[in-house]
């Protein structure tokens, strides 16, 4: 049994790593509810972004605008994706345009694999410059980077709470999820309303896939398959509160993270965000909510 | 009396219709193409491929029916599995716990996998089974990762002792046993090729009766197959219970081909690239799964002989999915049939396009066949 001080580090950690994963379970919840559309491919894109700044970083390009790359490939892919595929598959089952997203998922990973092929010798990586700087707060060691990884869940969480609650977009992007239709014929421009929440979740996957390649590690199926855990966070808040996912996902990472110094344990600590989301898959379905739900769907 | 004698008799009648459905084949020719094929891959394959090629065809004869189980879920009955990577895995672990463990013949080892991986089957597909659509595919995703988790700390049995059978001091690791009459790499293609076709021949079977009836039914509606007094519950862990079962026998025959296993060697891409070769081979039609099994390992082994990078492959799966998404559900083996009929439509047309005109340049060629007749 590990005591207290060894586990407090991990807690740190853990809050940065949640803090990621809200990062992104917000985004494919907002994503999810504007356009039906559940983004699997957020890793992919993400991943694709780190490398690229690793490229930019390695050919001595300046940092930020490596950065800047990064999370405007992310946009720009998962624009271009919803443009293309949205229209053409939104008459479509959603699980028949959740399953598309991993064709894209799969061309990106292919992609990767032929660009960035696994190296022997070298470990790549990304460091950021605010891995080293940090602070001391009651003698814990705490780095900038931790900071904006949970300060970014939480800006991100309450950010997008406040515009879709406030903003004429956030109003729109909540009317459709609530009825496309309706919400057409009252004049909105939903193809516009659709390309913001694209254009801004794939932001998020750009911004999330460098984070993660600074924490986790910079490794296409790694990051491709991290997307995994942000679903379950995600999925306890049934794919609609961004309130309980910000949550769900702060608890998976605190809890695989702490569970790293228990010996018997720290092997199976990836099992974490599959346990929780399974029993809260089980949970919802004992009163039945996602059967009347789907049925209405389909 | 009388009233029970016509009630027994509709009921011979409408028993002597069940067995001629079952009994008449569709199409005759398809049937004999199949008899030829199936006879083809049996005895001339075997003798004209290279070794090389005869370990990735007794690949494509095991995946195939892991995409056959995976077809009959999504084409039939409208689940969507993203764990039957998962699934063949716990088939593959079994079959090698039990091939150490115990001196039994391979084919009963092979059938305890089948069954012991049906029973976790179900056991995981009770629960699941209650949620449909996406939450389904997205509950068998995360239990392959959790899955895949436990499989990578437990390790693949390799001659230890204990219920885990794995021994990581071991320096001298003895192969998985394969059957006494398929020893050699070319047998044991031929003992996984009649596996598979036993395994397509179960699963046609319960297609043309009543469980297929009531799978139709409920991927129709399920409202509707519930008022039809059809019970979905039982039906659904049925082909859930089926599907695992050939997979698990899927697994079991890849312990004995691979020889040795590793927990490295398996991942949870491999369930999704899974459903993407299931999806564009074609999951209504049983050809589908042979379709997709050939994609998945044969494509790589031709690819890797002609020096290409496996990522193009993962690439095309990619663009393979979405293809069939958007312009083609049935997939290759539906879509390929159809394509090749209006190509030779198309090209019909051309050629007989310039006839009726019987201008002198155009009729150069099919004038001199029609003169001679």
Known sequence: MPSWSELEQFLVSGLALGGVYALSGVGLVVLYR?????????????????????????????????WIVCILFGGVVTLIYGMIFGPALAGRDRLVRA?????????????????????????????????NSGFTVVGLQVSWTQVIALGAGVVLTVGTGVFLRYTKLGTAMRAMANDREITA?????????????????????????????????????????????????????????????????????????????????????????????????????RHQTIMTRSSEES | MAGTDTKSSAAATVAGQRLALLRRPERPVHLSVTVALVLFALFALPELMSAYYTGYMTLVAIYSIVTLGLGLLVGRVGLYSLGQGAVLQIGAWTAARLLFATGQPFPIVIIEAGLVTMLIGTVIGLPAIRLRGLYLALITLMMAGAITVILATVNFPNGGGGFTGYDGQQSHIPPIRRPSIAGTDSAYYRYAVVVAILMFILVYAHLRTRPGRAWAAI?????????????????????????????????????????????????????????????????????????????????????????????????LFGIGVLQVLTTAPTGLADQFPKDMKKLGGLIWRLVRRPQPGASASASASGGAGGGST
């Open chain 1, 34 to 66: 504007a356009t039906g559309v559940l983004f699997l491919a957020f890793g992919a894109v993400g991943a694709m972004g780190a490398f690229l700044t690793y490229e930019m970083i390695q050919a001595s390009a300046p940092g930020w605008a490596a």
């Open chain 1, 185 to 285: 014929t009252l004049g909105v421009p939903i193809r516009q309303v659709e390309a913001a929440a694209w254009f801004g979740c794939g932001i998020l996957a750009g911004f999330s896939g460098l984070l993660l390649a600074d924490l986790v590690q910079l490794e296409p199926a790694t990051l491709t398959f991290l997307v995994i855990s942000s679903l379950a966070a995600a999925l306890i808040a049934r794919l609609r509160s961004i309130t309980v996912t910000f949550f769900a996902a702060i608890v998976i990472g605190v809890v695989h993270d702490m569970l790293t110094p228990f010996n018997a344990l720290t092997n199976y600590r990836d099992l974490t965000p599959f346990v929780l989301a399974v029993i809260a898959l089980l949970a919802v379905s």
């Open chain 2, 219 to 315: 991927r129709q509606s399920e409202p509707a197959a519930l008022a039809a007094g059809i019970n979905t519950t039982y039906y659904k862990l049925w082909a859930w219970a089926l599907a695992s079962f050939i997979t698990g026998i899927a697994g079991g025959i890849l312990a004995g081909d691979a020889h040795y296993l590793y927990s490295i060697n398996f991942s949870t891409q491999d369930s999704i690239i899974l459903l993407a070769v299931a999806l564009m081979g074609g999951v209504y039609n049983l050809w589908g799964a042979v379709i997709a099994a050939l994609l998945m390992q044969l494509l790589p082994a031709v690819l890797q002989n002609l020096g290409v990078n496996y990522a193009w492959l993962t690439i």
């Open chain 1, 99 to 131: 399953v598309a997203t991993l064709g894209l998922t799969l061309i990106l990973l292919g992609a990767m694999e032929l660009l960035w092929p696994p190296t022997s010798g070298a470990v790549r990586a990304i460091s950021l410059p605010t891995d």
